[in-house]
């Protein structure tokens, strides 16, 4: 009986969600448009993978590129390796950011067509895990937190993410005003984040300001206006 039931719940669970607890695997280049141009690698050449090589200087054997593709060392002797795929309107690239000791995982700038995410790479499994903010993490290191805030695409969320055995869960997303303002996030204390905001069209002025914070049963609420 618990095994079936076990199952109906995998079942009803959103594909999405179990995709981002489980992370996902390496994924190969589809060409599925037009080959880049010179600009693309005259970019790389000169600015992208000369700046990327400096990044990861320290981390030198576990981290290294060969041409468009970035190798990470993993627990067991292995590599995961992402490649670049500039083709077309699917286009994504990957550049090595820095390794996050809290989380054991490299952290890996994304930008993509029309897109912008970090690539989050377990050191002991290889699993990829997509956020669209750089990881901010409580003061005792146990869950951080990412902002996501753009116009294009439409995205305004706080999320709070705390590792869980190989995974990653997302124990809250707060709505942000982002179609009109430009929100921040930071950690007051390890249960409490404070979100300010910016009018778009009026920098100067003062916008949404409010608290989220946990409660004694794990729930993140929001408190202000």
């Known amino acids: 009986m618990l095994v079936r039931l076990l199952c109906l719940v995998a079942l009803l669970l959103p594909a999405g969600a179990f995709a981002q607890a489980m992370g996902e695997e390496a994924k190969a280049c589809l060409q599925s448009g037009p080959p880049p141009g010179a600009e693309y690698e005259r970019e790389n ?26 190798r990470l060392a993993i627990d067991g002797g292995k590599m995961v390796e992402l490649q670049d795929c500039p083709y077309g309107d699917t286009a994504y690239q990957y550049l090595y950011e820095r390794f996050d000791d809290p989380g054991r995982f490299y952290v890996v700038r994304t930008p ?31 869950r951080f937190l990412t902002v996501a805030c753009s116009l294009l695409p ?70 202000g206006r």
């Open 45 to 70: 050449q000169t600015k992208e993978w000369p700046d990327e090589a400096q990044r990861f200087r320290g981390d030198v054997p576990n981290v290294g590129r060969r041409d468009d593709r970035l």
């Open 112 to 142: 993509a067509y029309e897109d912008f995410s970090y690539t989050l790479v377990m050191k002991r499994t290889g699993r990829l895990f997509t956020v669209y903010g750089a990881p901010v993490w409580a003061s005792d290191k146990s």
């Open 154 to 223: 439409e995205r305004g969320t706080l999320s709070i993410h705390k590792p869980s055995n190989d995974g990653l869960a997302v124990e809250a997303e707060i709505a942000l005003p982002c179609a009109m303002e430009s929100c921040s996030a930071r950690w007051d204390f390890q249960s409490w984040i404070s979100i300010s905001c910016t009018p778009r069209d009026e920098p100067g002025k003062k916008g949404t300001e409010f608290v989220v914070i946990r409660g004694n049963d794990g729930k993140w609420n929001r408190f």
